[in-house]
């Protein structure tokens, strides 16, 4: 079954420290991942996804197929970085019932 | 360029009463969803419209209906509230069918039912 897990449900850290936010998939085709992020009660918006292979407010994300993952790296971590982070895989080889599946997110609080 | 737009923002419903979630896109997107949004659960999509005139159900899809009434707008329609549907809904649009390019998405409307 294709499954999107971030197994942290919250993280903390110090301004400043490097910050890993987890990401595992379950999927037997080729996967198109994402993350999004979402700023308190604001809209979600999407960060990044792998098959661009950009940095977007210094977060990078690698796609390892030998583990299933794409976590989502930052060096130093700033207060702004404060949100809530999912992330989804899109399902490119269902024919008509192409979609995201989501993670149920990570919440990373930025401690000064 | 307003992206997508959700009204109302808030809602309180009693319990048995209807109202409908309007959204609408000005990116000229084939694709929008409805999702709700619950504290440990995630989002869970309602119902999806891979194209104008095409609706399908989501994995949560009871006690709703929409309504794709063009290409631009996507309404989402409680018959009868019930508590159970108090969330956060978010509206959400993608150029490619199923968000293979990305989801923009809405504001979102806080619905609390009492």
């Known amino acids: 079954a294709q499954r999107v897990t971030q197994p942290e449900k919250l993280l903390s850290v110090f301004k400043g420290a490097p910050v890993e936010l987890k990401c595992n998939y379950s999927?037997?085709?080729?996967?198109?991942l994402f993350w999004y992020v979402q700023y308190s009660r604001q809209r979600l918006q999407l960060l990044l996804r792998h098959i661009s292979r950009e940095s977007i407010k210094g977060f990078t994300a690698d796609l390892n197929k030998g583990e299933t993952s794409f976590h989502l790296k930052k060096p130093f971590a700033q207060e702004e970085d404060s949100a809530m982070y999912y992330c989804a895989l899109f399902r490119a080889n269902a024919g008509n019932n192409r979609k995201l599946i989501w993670g149920l997110g990570t919440s990373l609080a930025v401690n000064p | 360029n307003a992206g997508v737009t959700q009204t109302p923002k808030f809602q309180v419903l009693k319990t048995g009463q209807s109202m409908t979630l309007q959204c609408a896109q000005d990116?000229?997107?084939?694709?929008m969803y409805w999702y709700r949004q619950d504290p440990g659960m995630g989002l869970r999509l309602i119902y999806y419209?891979?194209?104008?005139?095409?609706?399908d159900k989501g994995e949560v899809p009871n006690g709703y209906n929409v309504s794709r009434l063009n290409k631009r707008e996507f309404s989402l329609r409680l018959e009868s509230a019930a508590p159970s549907q108090t969330s956060v809904y978010f509206c959400a649009s993608s150029e490619a069918p199923g968000g293979a390019d990305g989801y923009t998405f809405g504001s979102g409307t806080r619905l609390t039912v009492v």
């Open positions: 999927y037997s085709g080729s996967p198109e």
């Open positions: 990116m000229n997107h084939n694709s």
């Open positions: 419209s891979a194209s104008e005139g095409t609706t």
